[in-house]
């Protein structure tokens, strides 16, 4: 089983730390990539694939920005596609969402995301705020399974993006495991 | 070859030039024995065929602003893409001006097959680079240009205007100009001139959207100069926009009543009008292209129009029509009295004018040229 994840930046919070972790549980599985925004370069973590692509655009605002950034991470996706031939996609909140939709429907395999927190959650202040909230609704819908790292988020999937429950699943080892091997690419 | 076309505007919903450019570009490659496929915006998801062409309406999300609904709508163009492209294998993906830069980039991306950019506007000759807003709209026009393979611009002058804008390599930049339907203007006026003119007046025609780039305010200031010498004069203004502001700029004036707003009308009523004209006013501030001038050209009426951007090449000075000095209302008043003092040699400019777009501005030819930047962007000559 060999699974592609995406994930907007790799940096030291809890995202990319959780990001790590279920790579950390599936490299026993199968070959581990991530692509993620940064200097152009790839690199190993204990034998995790890390891909990271630049993107030269600067936008006025994150919507935007994520938006046509997502494009430089499909753009790799599909070069590393060629050679990995990737099972199953699993992304990390709106902000890889584009990428983890398109690239789940080109390689024709299930998408599975992990939502740290909604919009909703955010407060839902900002200018672009109802298009994030499009793109998570988007992004859950077109998910096999979630996977979420609190409560908060788990209500707010289901009262706020109306989200069936039976879809979402603890992102610990045991719900890991479970969802990967639920959507019958985990051998 | 297997085209997919991304706009944001096809017909029935037709707000500018683009609709009608990639209306006719498509239905002619398909005649030429291309397969096409239009990516357009609809309120909801539809596939349709129209002469040929094969046409699916995608919806967008909610968004505060156009960028952001053109980010959202080039996802779901996309996904559409992905998956048509299962069956049908796109060889290139044609997109039109910045709102099709998000589509048109993430295809070029995910399905790997080469972009053709059309810019058929800039932003910056539009409104000028003043708020963080223009500035998006430039960078993702300048982001398209970039990221093209080939780049296609509808004006000689609009031309240099994108090349040294956005440092575009002359290699891969292409001047092709926008063509015309003749054929459509061949049918008989769907309505009679009295419905807009007197049968005494002569009928100056304006066709275009009511913002300051067309122009009209200069058109309107020429007016009552114009109806002095010619009080026989009535203007007809087709188009949507600020209709308020040039209704109260015309009455202010005191000439009100010598104009009339139409609002939009169907297609077949304006073609009507560019036939029964006397003239066809242009009066445009920015204008890359100009279709207006060829569709007066197509009805056999002669076009005064500014000599500026594409106006400079699809109108012929004295010969399919008069060029007038933009944002001079002396000027505009001094061309048009030409005209209205002399109608004969005004059909003698707008027979001219036909000939000219039937040798120089049919889609035929234009399809042909654009095909030739599809196999350049695939590398096949």
Redesign the interface.
């Known amino acids: 089983m060999n699974t592609l994840i995406v994930l907007r930046e790799i940096s030291d919070d809890e995202v990319t730390k959780n990001a790590f972790y279920v790579a950390n549980v599936l490299k026993k599985f199968g070959d581990v990539h991530i692509v993620s925004f940064g200097n152009d370069e790839d690199y190993d973590v204990d034998g995790v694939h890390v891909h990271k692509v630049n993107f030269i655009l600067q936008a006025d605002n994150v919507f935007n920005w994520v938006m046509l950034m997502n494009n430089e991470l499909k753009r790799r996706a599909v070069e590393l596609n060629d050679e990995k031939k990737f099972d199953i996609i699993h992304v990390h909140d709106w902000t890889a969402g584009p990428a983890g939709m398109s690239l789940a429907k080109l390689f024709g395999v299930p998408l599975i995301s992990t939502f740290h927190s909604t919009e909703h959650q955010r407060g839902f202040g900002a200018y672009v705020s109802q298009a994030i909230s499009d793109v998570e609704w988007w992004l859950a819908y077109e998910s096999r399974y979630i996977l979420v790292t609190n409560d908060a988020t788990k209500n707010s999937l289901i009262n706020d993006l109306k989200v069936p429950s039976d879809k979402i699943f603890y992102s610990n080892e045991d719900g890991i495991k479970k969802v990967f091997s639920m959507v019958g690419v985990m051998k | 070859m297997k085209i997919l076309m991304t706009t944001w505007e096809f017909p029935p919903m037709k707000v500018g030039g683009i609709a009608s450019h990639c209306y006719d570009l498509s239905r002619e490659l398909v005649k030429q024995g291309h397969d096409v496929h239009v990516l357009t915006f609809g309120p909801e998801e539809k596939d349709e065929e129209v002469e040929g062409v094969h046409v699916h309406r995608i919806p967008s999300?909610?968004?505060?602003d156009t960028?952001?609904w053109a980010?959202?709508l080039?996802?779901r163009m996309?996904?559409k893409a992905?998956?048509l492209n299962k069956d049908e294998k796109f060889e290139v993906v044609h997109a039109h001006d910045w709102m099709m830069v998000?589509a048109g980039?993430?295809i070029k991306?995910?399905?790997?097959i080469p972009m053709v950019f059309t810019l058929h506007s800039t932003e910056y000759g539009r409104v000028g680079i003043h708020t963080?807003?223009s500035?998006?709209i430039n960078?993702l026009e300048w982001?398209g240009t970039?990221e093209a393979n080939e780049v296609i611009t509808v004006g000689k002058d609009f031309y240099n205007e994108v090349r040294s804008l956005f440092n575009v390599p002359e290699k891969k930049i292409h001047y092709i100009p926008n063509g015309v339907d003749i054929e459509r203007f061949d049918i008989k006026p769907t309505v009679s001139k009295d419905e807009f003119a007197a049968g005494w007046e002569k009928m100056v025609l304006f066709v275009g959207r009511l913002t300051y780039q067309k122009g009209l305010e200069f058109l309107i200031g020429a007016m009552p100069k114009i109806l002095q010498d010619h009080p026989e004069s009535k203007f007809v203004i087709v188009g949507r926009g600020d209709v308020e502001r040039y209704k109260h700029m015309a009455n202010s004036l005191g000439i009100g009543e010598k104009t009339y707003f139409t609002g939009f009308l169907p297609e077949d009523t304006v073609i009507s009008l560019f036939k029964l004209a006397d003239a066809v006013a242009i009066p445009s501030v920015y204008e890359p292209f100009g279709i207006v001038a060829l569709e007066a050209a197509a009805a056999a009426s002669p076009a005064v129009g500014s000599y500026t951007g594409g106006l400079k090449e699809t109108i012929i000075h004295e010969k399919t029509g008069l060029h007038t000095i933009p944002r001079n209302d002396t000027s505009i008043k001094d061309q048009l009295d030409r005209v209205l003092s002399d109608p004969g040699w005004g059909k003698w400019m707008g027979r001219n004018g036909r000939k000219n777009v039937e040798k120089n501005y049919k889609w035929s030819k234009i399809s042909r040229w654009t095909a030739g930047v599809y196999g350049s962007a695939m590398g096949l000559w």
């Open positions: 999300g909610h968004a505060p960028i952001s980010n959202f080039g996802h996309e996904k992905i998956e998000p980039v993430a991306k995910t399905l790997r963080r807003y500035k998006m960078d982001y970039y």
